[in-house]
Every structure is written in C-alpha cells, then in structure tokens.
C-alpha cells in the first residue's frame, strides 16, 4: 500500500516513522515544509526535512525530537563567543549536514536531489521530497513586531508575537517538486500527519498544483489539536490569534473540502457528534506518540481506519 | 619599539608570536597573506589569519601550528559521510570561526574588522591586519593541471603538480587595508617573517601601495630557506621548478632593492661572503623556532640586529 504523508517537524516526523515501519520499503512517500527554511550561519538549513529525516533514519535526539542523538556543540559555541547569535544552536553533526547541503546547493544541486541523496547515506528506505526546489518563506505578520520569517518567530521569539496573518512568500512562483505528483497519483491515501496546520501542511498546500493533485484521492488528517492545546508548538495559539476557538473541530473544519477521513484524539470524544456533521468521516484514537510502539500502532490504525472510507 | 611583520602560516605565525612576547602591548602589527583564502562548504576560510591569531592567542593546536587546540571534528567528519570533500579537514572550534566570520561578511562587514573583533575576544594585544579587505586569490599555474587557487594546489594536491609560474589574481585591484600604511608609517623596524616568498610574502607585497610604503623603511627578511630546504610546505620546491637553486642567497636575491638586513641560519654560514656581497648587512643566528623559547629569542636576536642598521 502506497501512502503519500505531509509532514512538518517532529509531530510529522513522529507519524512518518510509523509508517516507514509498517509499510514496504519505498512505499512511503514523505512532502515535507520547507517554509521554515532559514539561513543561519551562511549555512542554508532546513529544519522539517532533517527532522523528518533524521527521524526516519533513527538518528534523531530522542529527548527533542529534533536534532542528532548524542550530539555536542562546540562549533557554535565558538561562534557565539565571537559575536555570533546564540538563538538557534546547532549540533556538530547536524551542521555536517548542513555543510555539505550547502556545499551541494553552491554547487547547482536542487535541494530534492540533495535529500535523495542523504537519505541514501542514511539508509532511509522511504522517499523524502521537500515540498519545491524553489524558496517558499513563511512569514508571520505580527501585532507586536510586524513580519518575521519563521524561525525568527519560531525559535528567537519564542512564539510570544501575536499573529495577524500568515503568508508564504514566494509560493505562487514555487513548482513542486515534480516525483510528488507521481508519488501522489501512485498512492492510496494520502494523510496530513498531526503537524501544525498553520505553518507546517498550508505552506505544502500552498504550492501550486499539490492541492489540486489531491483532489481525488483519500485524504485524511490526524489532529495535531487534542483538547484544544497542541501537544507541542505554537498551533493552538495561533488559532487563538486568528479568531478560532482551538479544538479538533476547528482543525476539521480548516480543511474543509479537502480531507474525506479525520483522525482525533479519544480524550476528544465528547466533539464526535460536532465533527461528524462536516460531512467527514471521522476516526478516534489515542494520537499521542510517546514511543516507536506507540507510532506504528497509529499509522497501522489510520491504515485501517481508511479501509473503511 | 614599533614592529611592523609580514607574515603567512605557520612559519610567520611563530615569529609574530616571539615578537608579541616581547614587544609593549600594541607595538606589533603583523599584516597576513589572504591569498589563500577560499570558500569551503559554503564558509568564508582565512587559513593565515586563523593561524596567525590562533598562535598570538595561544590556542593553536602545538603539533601542526595550525588549527585549534584539543579540537574534534565530528561537523566535517559528518559531512564527508554524505559525500563532501574530505582534503581539508576543519576542526569543530576552528569551524566556530568559520562560522562567525561568514555571518559578517554575508551581513557587510569587512574581513579587516572582523579579524579587529576576534582578537579582541581572543584576547590578542597585537593589531592583526589582513593584507587587503578585497579578494586577492594566490594561483599557481602548474604543468599537469593548469592554474590551481592556493588551497587547491597546496593541500588538496599536496603540492605535486609542477609550478610555471604564480599570480596574484585580484592583486590589481585590491587595495590595502587602510591602517596598514599607518603601522608601518610608525614602524622603525618591518620583518619579513619566515614564510614562504611566493605564496606568503610576495602576495602582500602584491597589493598596490604596501611596497612603496615600506621603501623608506628599515626592512629585514628572515630567510625561511635552511640548508637549501623550507622547514615546511613548497617554498624550496617551487625556487627549483622556477628554475632558482633554493638557498638563503635566492631568497636574499628574491627580495633585492627591497631589504636592508637579512637575517638566515647559522647552518647556511658557509654562505656568508655570497650574501654579504649583495649590499644587504646580514646576520646569522639559529633560526629554527621549535618552542615559545626560541620565538621570543629570535626575536630578540632581530630586534638587536635591526639596532645595528
């Protein structure tokens, strides 16, 4: 079975990784945001993708979900003791991989053919592609600050800045990634993993063509909201800020007309009768991912549960 | 006393450090070779600069002369395994630099003021300026495989390809770093520190307006050529493929019309009649600096030399 996955960062990453467990090798196809990419350091960076894939070759921090395992930080505390920012620490091993992205990018290579080969070196058995070779910048339009690129809002203002707006720069020009529409037209479901809706899937949904490559396949979300709090992230909040009440009915109803399956939490079991009058079918489990156990068991859940639509 | 010294890597950065012990705080300026400078991984590396500071900071790494102290090199090593090139190795604190210096330059600031605000943090009572803040590329033109830039040549082909000749590309233009004319303005002495003629001291030298500045000065050479042989790197090689027998005397001759004094090893005294017949006053001592001991005391020993000019 062929399952297409759009991913953010570490909740995304969390349920990729329970799909490339259960599914055949190649049968997993991760979309993964690149909006948050960022310059740091002259080093071109891209949290989501190395999250998702540092995840699936089972060489993420355990403890953060982010980051190498293991790893020590000497190179950027000598940075920070020269001057440098000290907002976004990164490891020694995780800036070899951006090293040597950024090695490649110089070079001409496109990020996707980049990732391919990575995750070659890492021994991941399922395919990653970000979302477009191209520079999508989401950017958080603030009361307090005006516009700030995400990782400036993210990791160095701490999610305090009330949003107003968010737009994806750049996305109207942006091509996807061309292997996503045959890995989309080769699947049989096609599911948003519990990242935030904000920042994490619209900026994938935002690149032209990649909505509408969807549009007839089995589409299902699992709700990165449980009890009208995100499990990790600014999600919550920012449906707060927008003017929606935070709950696994306000994610249903953000993807309205999209989605045909919604996954969501048992601890929101009292919102069923709310969410199945949207015209969706819906599903209830228990969504939050502790371990490995608890991944594979979701994605063989959710597998099942899109049998039945 | 006032000391203005030229210098390249290792060689120089050893005489620079003999002079910082025994020179007032702020009496040394030493001018470094940029040359060699190149972009690797993306970051913006200075390899005599960073040699240089890292010797007057005390945190060179004391078996090569170059690089940090007890460093690692899990970012590098990281990086080769996803397939980046492995002949230059860098440390994770030496990277830090790296790090740091890119960010500036990519932010506007010049090489010059970056070097100004690391010595500062690493706590360097002497003024270390680069030769110019604009890009000036040491490139050999060699017999087997055309022009190859500095590092290229010299770590990547460890110096087998045959040198034809040398230019300093960029050299026309470049212009030198303002202070620079101001330290030697108030130098009583300039020292050409133990380097490499070609691809050390011959690109400052390069850079419009730093040769003329010295013309009035007192300026002494130390010969880097012992015995017919560099202590380290290609300098003797490169005398012999240019069609020079490699000697204190080339390097004597090498820098006619531009020295007063010349100071080389008392191992070459067999020399002494060949050398003092070039109407430079000459003088001898043991010149080979295998400790912090032996760099305070050549310095001394050029110092007092220099007084009988």
Redesign the interface.
Known sequence: MKIVALAGGVGGAKLAYGFAQILKPGDLTVIVNTGDDF??????ICPDLDTVCYSLAHIADPLTGWGRAG??Y????????????DWFKIG??????H??R?????AGQKLSEITR??CQ?WGINSRVFPMTDDKVSTILITAEMGELPFQEYFVHQKCQPSIRAIKYSGADKAKPVPEIFDAIEAASLVVFCPSNPWVSIDPILSVQGIKKAMSKKKVIVVSPIIQGKALKGPAAKMFVELGIEPSAEAVADHYRGLIRGFVYDLLDINLKSKIDQKGIISYTTNTIMRNTTDKARLAEKIIKFSETI
């Open positions: 310059e740091h350091y002259g080093l071109y790893d020590t000497q190179s950027v505390e000598e940075a920070i003791k020269l001057g440098g920012p020694n091993k995780d800036l070899g991989t090293l040597e950024t090695r490649r990018l110089k080969d990575f070196y």
